[in-house]
């Protein structure tokens, strides 16, 4: 048990939906990630968040957003939902900002499919 | 440039044998290169990492072995078990301001007994 925690395990929605999906790190970790995973892409980096703030920004659509509370817990929203939306994400939470060093402890990950 | 490649991408071996998992990158500007282990249905856990300034790390059965100026590192696991079989990642951070990091496409590894 890595200590990040996601909800929920599973998730099935419609095209064109909404839906937010949630994160809580390690106690003490300040830094936020947020990846993407499918068949074809991989594990693809999305955007990391640094004690609330936005710190770096990969491969994310402007249909996802994210945002990290005062409590550092962090959600990302994905809307105007598309079938290729349909994969595993993962929260990963550290320590730091950006050591480079700074080891990266992943959540279970949550399965959205998009029917 | 900010790819890293990673090969095979499937690998069976026997119980005891060794596996080898290689991946190499473009971008001289990574600093850090951590290896993940998947299980099914579980998230990336990290295995072992080294920094460029050395050439091999060792953890228990787990070794990297790093080649800077052909810019390639490689995963040994000597003695394969078959607790091991999972989808092994390397991967890789340019440090700076963010540890985001990128990952190669992964390598299911199968060690038979």
């Known amino acids: 048990d890595s200590g990040v925690t996601q909800t929920p395990k599973h998730l099935i929605t419609a095209t064109g939906q909404r839906v937010t999906l949630r994160c809580s790190p390690r106690?003490?970790?300040?830094?936020v990630y947020w990846y993407q995973q499918s068949l074809d892409q991989g594990l693809q980096f999305l955007i990391q968040?640094?004690?609330?703030?936005?710190?770096a920004k990969g491969n994310i659509l402007e249909r996802f957003s994210a945002q990290q509370f005062p409590d550092l817990h962090s959600e990302l929203n994905l809307s105007s939902l598309e079938l290729g939306d349909s994969a595993l994400y993962f929260c990963?939470?550290?320590?730091?900002?950006?050591?480079?060093?700074?080891?990266?402890?992943f959540g279970p990950g949550t399965r959205l499919t998009v029917l | 440039q900010q790819q890293v490649k990673q090969s095979p991408q499937s690998l069976i071996v026997q119980k005891g044998g060794i596996s080898i998992i290689n991946c190499a990158y473009e971008?001289?500007?990574?600093?850090?290169f951590p290896w993940y282990q998947q299980f099914p249905g579980k998230g990336p856990a990290l295995l072992i990492a080294?920094?460029?300034?050395?050439s091999e790390k060792k953890e228990g059965r787990f070794t990297i072995s790093f080649n800077k100026s052909a810019k390639q590192f490689s995963l040994h696991i000597m003695d394969s078990q078959p607790g091991d079989s999972a989808t092994y990642f390397c991967a890789a951070s340019d440090g700076g301001a963010t540890n985001k990091l990128i990952f190669g496409t992964g390598t299911l590894l199968a060690v038979q007994p």
């Open positions: 968040y640094y004690n609330g703030e936005e710190r």
């Open positions: 990963a939470s550290s320590e730091l900002a950006g050591a480079g060093t700074d080891t990266q402890y």
């Open positions: 971008n001289t500007a990574f600093d850090y």
């Open positions: 080294i920094r460029p300034d050395v």
């Open positions: 106690s003490g970790d300040l830094s």
